[in-house]
C-alpha cells in the first residue's frame, strides 16, 4: 500500500488586504478626517516602478463580485484564497496606498493614518477569521511615533509583525536599529520586514529585496 501523503500546511506570508479612504474615517480623529472627508485628500501615487499589467499590482480575477478593488472583501477573500488553498494561517500585509510610511513630509498625517489602519484592520479583519494575522503600520519617519504605535498595537494576539512598505527610500538595517533601540519596542517579539524595492549594500551596490527578517514572533 503506498503511503498517504501527508497534506501540506500552508502559512501565506503575504495576504494584501486593502482600504478604502472612506473606511479608514471612523477611525480618523480631526483635522485628519477633515482632510480626507471634506477636501477630498489624496496622496500622490507612491509605487517606485511601472505596473505593466492588466489588473496593475492586483490580480484581475481579484476584483470583487459587485466590482470592488482587489482586497476589500473579507468574504469574497474566503473563498478564492483562504478556503480553495486550504491556508492554515495568513498574515495581511496590506495595500493602502499611500502608506503611512511613504508619505514624505507629512509626519503627522502619516501617522494619524498608521493608527486608524491598524484600528480597522484589527476590526474588521483580524478579528473575523481565527486564520488571519497582522502587521503594525507606522509612519517610520517619525520613530517616537512609531514606536508608540508599536506599543499600543503591539501586545494584540493577532499582530506579528512590524511593515515598513515598498517606496523610493532605501530604508536599510539604521532604520530598524532606531526603533529596535527603544526599550519599550524591544519587549514585543514581532517579525520587522523591510518591504523595500532595493537596499544599498556596505559597497554602494544596490541589492534587490522584497523582505528583510529582523526577528520573530511564533504564532
Known amino acids: 500500500m503506498p503511503k498517504k501523503r501527508k497534506q501540506r500546511r500552508i502559512i501565506d506570508t503575504d495576504v494584501h488586504e486593502r482600504v478604502m479612504y472612506s473606511d479608514l474615517l471612523p477611525y480618523l480623529d480631526n483635522p485628519w478626517r477633515r482632510y480626507i472627508e471634506d477636501n477630498h485628500w489624496l496622496q500622490e501615487k507612491h ?14 480575477d481579484a476584483v470583487t463580485p459587485d466590482g470592488g478593488a ?6 469574497f477573500m474566503q473563498e478564492q484564497l483562504l478556503d480553495a488553498e486550504g491556508h492554515e494561517y495568513a498574515i495581511l500585509s496590506g495595500a493602502l496606498d499611500p502608506s503611512p510610511s511613504s508619505m514624505h513630509g507629512w509626519y503627522e498625517m502619516g501617522t494619524a493614518l498608521a493608527s ?53 527610500r532605501s530604508w536599510g538595517i539604521r532604520t530598524i536599529i532606531r526603533f529596535m533601540k527603544q526599550p519599550s519596542a524591544i519587549n514585543y517579539r514581532l517579525v520587522c520586514i523591510i518591504m523595500s524595492h532595493r537596499r544599498i549594500s556596505e559597497a554602494g551596490r544596490a541589492i534587490l529585496s522584497s523582505g528583510i527578517p529582523c526577528c520573530q514572533r511564533r504564532i
Do not use: C, F
Open 70 to 75: 482587489a482586497g476589500t472583501d473579507l468574504a
Open 116 to 168: 486608524a489602519y491598524n484600528d480597522w484592520q484589527i476590526e474588521n479583519w483580524l478579528e473575523k477569521d481565527s486564520r488571519l494575522y497582522g502587521s503594525v503600520h507606522i509612519a517610520a519617519q517619525d520613530p517616537q511615533q512609531a514606536v508608540r504605535e508599536i506599543e499600543r498595537v503591539g501586545p494584540h494576539p493577532k499582530m506579528v509583525q512590524v511593515l515598513l512598505p515598498i517606496d523610493t
Open 47 to 60: 509605487m517606485p516602478y511601472t505596473q505593466p499589467t492588466v489588473a496593475g499590482v492586483d490580480r484581475a
